[in-house]
């Protein structure tokens, strides 16, 4: 991301994976919409979010721009729907990118948005928010006070909902560079950086498979495990990783692995009984729960 553009710091350099996080206002063909239909009524200004429902300000409009916080901003072209926008600088564009595949950050109706790997959406969005889903299963973990590892960190949200109940310390890994760029343009990601978080967030940009093992032993009360799906990334639903898991956990220490809830009619498996039985044979004790199973280091 470039220096200079409006609403963006650069932040200090730090040794995990620095994400500083944007500041500007992000659109969706909705929130553009009411802003010209309130400037075409005459209204002087608008009230609404732009940073996707984490705050609530009112909007000065002019012919030829709007002020949001101090700033003044230009009005955008036609957008598309299902689509999220931020200013670069020069103009509105989506919050996406190609680099072999095309990574787009996704509006959802629940304020917090979800993304999306060659249109298949990575976080479950039918029956509450990305947010409140990783809410529920980090509860299962009952994270408070303890150490946690993180294997596959995407927008956050597992991290996020650790730092609110209070967990020691998250531990948390992304391989994937271009969904730590999303991180950055999202206002419900967690920054490590927030002074808030009190340094209890390490983001490190690195692939789990790898660098498990050169975690200590014992050296994880918690672990949160969402990796992508079987056909993508079987090597996080193997034996081995799962021994390196059992490895890191200290006795006692509980896990929930995300397994989404794949069609046996049509796949011919059942991939949270398979997890299950994979589990058990690495030293833990399991039980399906959620979309996930949730599991016990013997």
């Not at 983001?203 to 079987?230: G, K, M, N």
């Not at 956990?249 to 692995?257: I, N, T, V």
Request: proline letters at 8%; charged letters at 25%.
């Amino acid at each position: 991301m470039p220096a200079g553009v409006p609403g963006y710091d650069a932040g200090p350099s730090t040794s995990r994976h620095a994400v500083p996080h944007y500041t500007g206002p992000l659109l969706t063909r909705a929130t553009a919409h009411a802003l010209r239909q309130a400037h075409d009524a005459g209204a002087p200004h608008w009230t609404g979010s732009l940073d996707l429902g984490r705050s609530v300000d009112s909007v000065t409009l002019a012919a030829d721009r709007w002020l949001w916080r101090g700033r003044a901003w230009p009005w955008p072209g036609p957008l598309k729907e299902r689509t999220l926008y931020w200013f670069d600088g020069q103009d509105w564009v989506p919050v996406s990118r190609y680099s072999g595949a095309l990574i787009k950050l996704v509006p959802t109706g629940w304020d917090v948005p979800t993304f999306e790997i060659d249109g298949i959406k990575m976080l479950p969005t039918a029956k509450a928010s990305p947010l409140e889903d990783a809410r529920r299963k980090v509860a299962l973990v009952q994270p408070r006070g303890r150490t946690v590892l993180d294997t596959c960190g995407g927008l956050g949200y597992f991290a996020a909902c650790c730092l609110e109940a209070g967990a020691a310390r998250i531990d948390s890994f992304e391989k994937n560079d271009d969904v730590l760029w999303l991180r950055t343009l999202n206002p419900w990601s967690p920054d490590p950086e927030a002074p808030e978080h009190g340094g209890r967030l390490q983001l490190r940009h690195a692939d789990i498979t790898a660098a498990i093992a050169a975690l200590p032993d014992a050296a994880y009360e918690v672990a949160l495990h969402d990796p992508p799906r079987f056909a993508i990334a079987g090597e996080l639903y193997s034996r081995a990783f799962y021994g390196q898991l059992a490895r890191v956990l200290r006795r006692g220490g509980h896990l929930f692995h995300y397994t989404g809830s794949p069609n046996r009619l049509t796949s011919g498996r059942d991939v949270p009984r398979e997890v299950a039985r994979r589990l058990d044979e690495a030293g833990f004790s399991t039980r399906l729960a959620l979309d996930g199973v949730l599991a016990c280091k013997r």
